[in-house]
């Protein structure tokens, strides 16, 4: 059974030569819904307000700096995410935007060891 190919970027799969590869979500982790945050944005239809995680936009900024190739992904998906990060003005600091990975297939079962560490730096919401 054959099935159309879905579209990648360009004509061939795209290759990421970089070794150093961090990704990052968007929702409750670049920003979070805040009823009196600084950041309007449409979201399911609506205006709303979300504050930014600044710890984690200062690590994208820095391990961009760095060198690596930052991915950045939502479950809401690419448009979303694309959304936030010109919200949030770091573009430039941000080389591929993508819908959140729903699966991944290796030999590996330790998820670290695949994907690497998490990173998450914990504040309470007041």
Known sequence: MSR???KCIGKIPAIIESEQISAC???NTLIRPDPNGEIHLMYARKVQRF???QEHLDLIIEWSDRGHF???WSHS???WAAQVIKALNIEQYVDLIQAKPSR???DKTDVPSIVGSRVYIAKEVK
């Open 4 to 6: 159309k190919r879905k």
């Open 25 to 27: 979500d968007v929702d």
């Open 51 to 53: 504050s930014v995680i």
């Open 70 to 72: 930052i991915i950045v």
């Open 77 to 79: 998906g690419p448009k």
């Open 104 to 106: 991944h297939m290796d």
